[in-house]
């Protein structure tokens, strides 16, 4: 009973990819900005979607879907912002992590109502009048809209408000520079640092230059892979 209008496509993950049919929707979830699709972006996939996944420990691929633990802590993280689900793919063979996700509930704020779809938007003639949102389907990023959005790391931890965004000069280059209010002082974070961004902003579980996304170990900056456990660093 697979619907129509279904691709197999690549999913990555921080230990490893899947392929697996995913729907057109399926499809914009995965993708977070860049060309790669990410498991994450998606959530819980039921198991006969998978053709197969790569593990980064095992090197090598198996057949089917890795295994998944989630749960469903409905946590409120404050700021009316729920954590919904929390799931984690796991090789079958090694145990160690595919991918991670997590699912939240955010409050509608000012935005309309999420799923509503808007005709491709041509460069509007007329100020809006609603208040855009954070990322259109061309993937602009309004950067209005991300003052006062709430950010989570990747714990799933609020982190803060975003009070500020501006330009950071690092020798010739201007980075983008998001300044949020947290309740140990500002902090700040760089466009690099950011993961997702929806209703809340995501920002990367990996702040320090050189720390494993997957087993958190220490590793020299500018690895490629995990001297611990084998997972891509970037
Ligand atoms: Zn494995
Ligand atoms: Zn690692």
Redesign the pocket.
């Known amino acids: 009973m697979m619907a129509e209008n279904m691709a197999e496509k690549k999913l990555r993950g921080s230990?490893?990819y899947a392929i697996a049919a995913v729907t057109d929707q399926e499809q914009k979830m995965a993708n977070l900005g860049g060309p790669e699709l990410f498991l994450a972006g998606i959530g819980r996939l039921a198991a006969d979607r998978f053709v197969k996944y790569f593990?980064?420990?095992?090197e090598?691929d198996?057949e089917g879907a890795p295994a998944l633990n989630y749960e469903n802590p409905n946590e409120d993280l404050g700021e009316g912002v729920t954590l919904v689900e929390k799931g984690e793919y796991k090789?079958?063979?090694?145990?160690?992590t595919?991918a991670q996700y997590r699912k939240f509930d955010a409050p509608a704020q000012t935005h309309e109502p999420a799923p509503q779809p808007v005709p491709e938007a041509k460069p509007a003639s007329q100020p809006a009048t609603k208040a855009p949102a954070a990322v259109s389907a061309d993937g602009f990023v309004s950067i209005q809209s991300l003052v006062g959005m709430a950010a989570y790391d990747g714990e799933a931890m609020l982190v803060g408000k975003v009070e500020e965004v501006g330009l950071r000069r690092e020798g010739g280059k201007a980075q983008i520079s998001l300044k949020i209010a947290a309740s140990s002082g500002d902090k700040e974070f760089s466009w690099d640092g950011i993961s997702k961004i929806g209703d809340i902003i995501l920002l990367q579980a990996k702040t320090a230059a050189g720390k494993c996304p997957s087993c958190e170990a220490q590793n020299d900056p500018g690895s490629a892979f995990c001297e611990e456990c084998g997972a891509k660093m970037s």
């Open positions: 230990g490893g593990c980064n420990k095992c090598r198996f090789c079958r063979a090694c145990n160690s595919i």
